[in-house]
């Protein structure tokens, strides 16, 4: 199984984040299929070149967020029960956390709150312009 | 867990045996000169072992302590063994003045490798002291036997006389080499870099102390030198082939000899075992 | 190892170190638990190699004391612990080959297939005397030495200095597999970014002194910058440099930067407080965390 993360240990997030952030964002996209293996966590920090426990961190993470379930000596899986609900939770972190993130720039440059929701309205009618809610999933 | 130990012991050996068996081999080429030369009658080959013998202890003892083995100059009288024996007894020591400094090689860059093992440090220096004395010993038989088949090869055998003080002669000689490498052992166990030079110097320096003996001196000097003298191995070391160990001032016999030099290794390896377990790195 | 399993794999307490009237390890207190890479930071002189030997007993500490599993250093631990000092301690005149013959006679877990595996992972030509190998080949030739016995605890100084990228990164992975095997792995680096990968643990020394000590995801989330520009030049806040979670405040020009452990919301609501054009909070990564807990820039 190849390894389909890519960390960047030089930010200043951290792994588990990044980790936790790509696994999320793979079950969302189908990548990561409900029952699917993931690397083990000797693997997976062999390939990536970082610290196994923090391969454990993010895993236990994840299975805290319903994401993947951990049975003693099979390794780690996509949970089968409640994926929808998971890739839900975990679309809708990865979302937030980019609109939280665009916000947080727009406010850093010092723009006013009305602006930013302009700019918001803007892109919102760009990309969802005439099929209305159709494309809308989870929530 | 000798491994290392050995093979430095082994190389040192190797260079000695041949420098050693190139010696003899000069030897054998000179008094087969001398045989096709002189002819085969005894007295002229008496003569060329003389020469052999003079020429393979010249640059050796007489040189560094002045009295060297005494070899008659009547052709016809027999080769003690005692002087072969005193002879890789000298040899022996060489050798061990050279391995001396292997604590101090240790402790040369090295601690760190030879103190993260699973073995105490007495252990350890034990250990490779042990090996060194092997070594020594193993030097000191192959030189005796060297000479004898030198001895064999130039048909000089029946010349050989077994002198009825042999064995203590023997005991002597095979502790004299030890005295010297506690001495260099102690000396050096502590210093990093020096311990070449301060193992050569320690010969030059035991020179000079026994010929002090000799010197016009206040009494409180003459004194001094002699005391030091007690632990200077070259004034139990007497090559010539007698028991007597009449040096200068000094009046020593061969037991107290052999007891003297045996208390110079054992203090001097105490010393550099002491030493050795207050190192750092 | 031996001891009790619940103490930590190691533990340096209070551990003080004086050469003369130069203190080289000032009262520093790591506890590393089994299974950790713990990286070990800090400039030259900082006290790294030092806390080492003092660790593996080969320099005697001043004060303080160095436990495994809650036991004093006793020899019969290196079976299975390997210390790789800074500059590798091999002999000259012995070849690779016969390094590794000494460690097979030494240590009874020496794992001979392992050894060829990783001298052919560094390209090490072990028919080479270990004085004529170039530095890099001598560094590589001590992991080797320090792998090849399968060790439950390593003490790595400096493990890849004079290695290329590629050998570097193998001793990364070298480090993960081991900890991942759960063995104990310290290491020191000039390499932040190293440590910044393998690390699950990290300390920073500098002059002699523990100056940070934790988890370096931990590090990562709690250590941040608020940033915040103005209309002039930067104001004096008040309460900004007595405020607790501030570690370090640098004003220069229109931009003032106080770099922040926690949450920081205080710290926030203070600058925003004096109107600035704009305020955001940037991450550290473990170089920028390390330059301003060394005091530099």
Known sequence: MPAIFTVDPHTGVPIYLQLIEQVKRSVALGVLAPGERLPTVKQLATDLTINPNTVARAYRELERDGVIETSVGRGSFVRQNGASDAAAAAVNDVASSAVDAAVREAKSFGLKKSHVREIFQQALERWYASDGDVKERGN | ?281 | MAGHPEAPAIEIAALTKRYGATTAVDDVSIAIPEGTIFGLLGTNGAGKTTTFKCAMGLARPSAGSVRFHGQALQPKMFESMSYMPERPALYDWMTGMQHLEAARRTFAQYDRARARELADLFALDLRKRAGKLSKGQQSALGLVLAFSIRPQVLVLDEPSSGLDPLHQRHVLDLMIDAAAGGATVVFSSHQIGQVERAAERVAILHRGKLVLEGVVEDLKAQEKIVEATFETDAPTIAGLEANASVRHLMRQGRLLRAYIRGTGDGVVAAIQAAAPTSVRILDQNLEDIFLVAVGGN
């Not at chain 2, 012991?9 to 050693?20: C, G, K, P, Q, T």
């Not at chain 2, 302590?65 to 003690?80: A, K, L, M, R, W």
């Not at chain 2, 000191?140 to 077994?162: D, S």
């Not at chain 2, 191995?233 to 030099?261: K, T």
């Open chain 2, 1 to 281: 867990m000798f491994y290392k130990e050995f093979l430095r012991v082994r190389n040192f050996f190797v260079v000695f045996a041949l420098v050693m068996m190139a010696i003899g081999l000069v030897v054998l080429l000179f008094s087969g000169h001398a045989k096709v030369s002189i002819g085969d009658d005894s007295p002229s080959t008496a003569q060329a072992e003389h020469a052999a013998t003079a020429d393979k202890f010249g640059p050796g003892p007489s040189q560094v302590h002045g009295t060297g083995i005494v070899i008659s100059n009547e052709p016809n009288e027999p080769f003690p063994i005692s002087a072969l024996l005193a002879f890789a007894g000298l040899v022996a020591a060489i050798f061990a003045t050279g391995i001396g400094c292997g604590l101090a090689c240790e402790n040369n860059g090295h601690l760190e490798i030879a103190w993260t093992r699973p073995a105490s440090r007495v252990g350890y220096a034990a250990r490779l002291m042990a090996v060194d004395i092997a070594g020594i010993l193993a030097i000191f038989a192959f030189t005796v036997l060297l000479c004898l088949g030198v001895i064999y090869a130039v048909g000089l055998q029946h010349y050989l006389a077994l002198d009825p003080k042999v064995g203590a002669v023997l005991a002597r000689f095979l502790v004299y080499p030890l005295a010297w490498y506690g001495i260099v052992c102690g000396l050096t166990a502590s210093v990093r870099g020096r311990a070449g030079a301060i193992a050569g110097f320690s010969w030059l320096g035991a020179a000079i102390l026994l010929a002090l003996l000799d010197l016009k001196m206040p009494p409180v000097l003459h004194a001094i030198v002699k005391t030091l003298n007690y632990v200077n191995p070259l004034l139990y070391g007497n090559f010539a082939s007698g028991d007597e160990a009449s040096r200068h001032i000094v009046q020593i016999g061969l037991p107290i000899s052999i007891a003297a030099l045996s208390a110079i290794a054992v203090v001097g390896i105490a010393a550099a075992l002491t030493q050795w377990r207050a190192l750092e790195a």
